[in-house]
């Protein structure tokens, strides 16, 4: 199997604006200043898992404004291997518009974009792939045909079918959600989480501020923060994600998987911005071991 | 005196999003669909006056964005003269961020960027002038520099003090307003209309779908609107400005100059966007002629 973790989801452009108000119905409020970030989960984790030195490769659907916007630039400046992307000519990309007020109130506009295309497009076949939030219908055909899935349903659960989701679980070898989702998991499926746990190898539960669970093959790992000043903490999941995965295919036991997931996200809340000061492998070590302790070598 | 119309304030984009609800605080709503418009109240103007055949002048102040989002392709495009433009560099452009949800209501967020500079900056020196919804400071300094002014306070008025709102009064040939502001211009300046029409050389007061009203030397033309499908009222005043204007500096009568912004309006609203669909100079006495009858010829 190939090393090349295939990143299924959104490439998408964050507009983060702080306002002096959020403007209900036929309101106006100035915009103090904002500023423009690459974003989406998917395009989130390819960035993270390429400057931590993995192989990554991004499968989503985009619009014009995906080369004009940098976008393109970026992702393959670092490396991402951009060849199984959708681009879909005349469609707009997809983007998020979050505005928030001085009380850290938010107000935030989604718009699919390209994205919402994916339901309409077959599939690549993959070895190693990772489902970020998608659309559920390609995510349940892609699952079918990939050699090994990991899941993240993320907040879009909702707007998958129980049928979607069983079928994904089926396929599923590695599952991350969070304490809340891992309870809509077991409701729209029906199931408990002894269930779940038997059906898929592993299964990761991230509890914000108290770190994360790992359920594998009978054991459980406790994960903890690695605290750092948080300003933002935005793609910290996606980033934990990313750190887990390079350290899987790498070889290295779920424990440390979490733990370099932890730190990998600890460098993510440290700035706005879900792409904005990632750390390389080295700097992930470096980290890990001030918290963690030494780094592991693989008995290769 | 040149035939330049130098037109002083913003060259924004205006995003437009169709929304399936207004996000409250620590809401979140999707996007249906968007457009992107060239927008900005000055930009609309000098873009008509350029249509109908008239030479225009931006005097604005933008950012890097100006070049890179096709603004200033589409303007220079239609011969518009940029260059006393106030060119920023590291500055972002003036925007508006407008959500529309199923029910039409609305919610604005405003970005002044590089048009809160104007504020900073020496106006230059030019004959004829309309000062758009701009900065009050730069207003008031360009309005005791030019030989001709016209003056549309618009509802930025607010944001005036008495003193640079009374400098600007006085050296005005030419004021527009609709019914509102030109109370509030009365209560600012502890004026009488008649105070104000005693000052000002023309003065012109639009009442929406009831038309507009031009007062000058004692006399009072009342111009209907020119009745069309309206499908977006934004723009209407400043295509009307532009008919006025360009009408006036070839030499027209007043009531010819005021039938004549009407026409131009009744194009703007036809369709969404500030700056689409505007008509040629042809275009406008075509439809002039076929709700006021003859358009005259000058006797030159």
Redesign the interface.
């Known amino acids: 199997m190939s090393d090349v973790i295939s990143v299924v989801g959104h490439a998408a452009i964050d507009f983060l604006?702080d306002?002096e108000g959020?403007?209900?119905?036929?309101?106006?409020?100035?915009?103090v200043d904002?500023q423009k970030f690459f974003g989406g989960g998917a395009a989130n984790i390819v960035a993270a898992i390429s400057i931590l030195g993995g192989n990554s490769q991004l499968i989503s659907a985009v619009g014009d404004d995906f080369a004009t916007s940098g976008y393109e630039e970026h992702l393959d400046g670092l490396g991402v291997d951009l060849s199984l992307l959708f681009r879909l000519k005349g469609e707009?990309g997809t983007?998020a518009?979050v505005?928030t007020?001085p009380f850290h109130?938010?107000?935030?506009?989604?718009?699919?974009g390209a994205s919402a295309k994916l339901k309409e497009l077959e599939p690549p076949e993959v070895d190693f792939v990772h489902l970020a939030t998608s659309e559920p219908n390609f995510n349940a055909k892609i699952a079918q045909k990939a050699k090994f899935v990991s899941f993240d349903p993320g907040q879009d659960l909702i707007t998958y079918t129980r049928e979607n989701l069983e079928v994904i679980l089926q396929n599923t070898d590695v599952l991350f959600t969070n304490k809340h989702e891992i309870k809509r998991v077991c409701d729209m499926t029906e199931s408990t989480f002894e269930d779940i746990k038997d059906m898929i190898d592993i299964v990761v539960v991230t509890y914000d501020a108290e770190g994360s669970k790992i359920f594998s093959d009978g054991a459980e790992y406790e994960i903890p923060v690695v605290p750092v000043t948080a300003v933002d903490p935005t793609g910290a999941g996606d980033a934990y994600r990313a750190g887990f995965l390079v350290s899987y295919v790498r070889g290295y036991p779920l424990d440390v998987c979490g733990k370099a997931g932890a730190t990998v996200a600890s460098f993510a809340v440290e700035s706005v911005g879900c792409q904005t000061d990632l750390p390389t492998w080295d700097d992930m070590v470096a980290r890990y071991e001030s918290k963690f302790g030494a780094f592991p070598s693989l008995n290769e």
Chains 1, 2 share one sequence.
């Open positions: 604006f306002v959020i403007a209900g119905h036929n309101e106006s409020y100035p915009i904002y707009k983007a518009y505005y007020d109130n938010q107000s935030t506009y989604f718009y699919w």
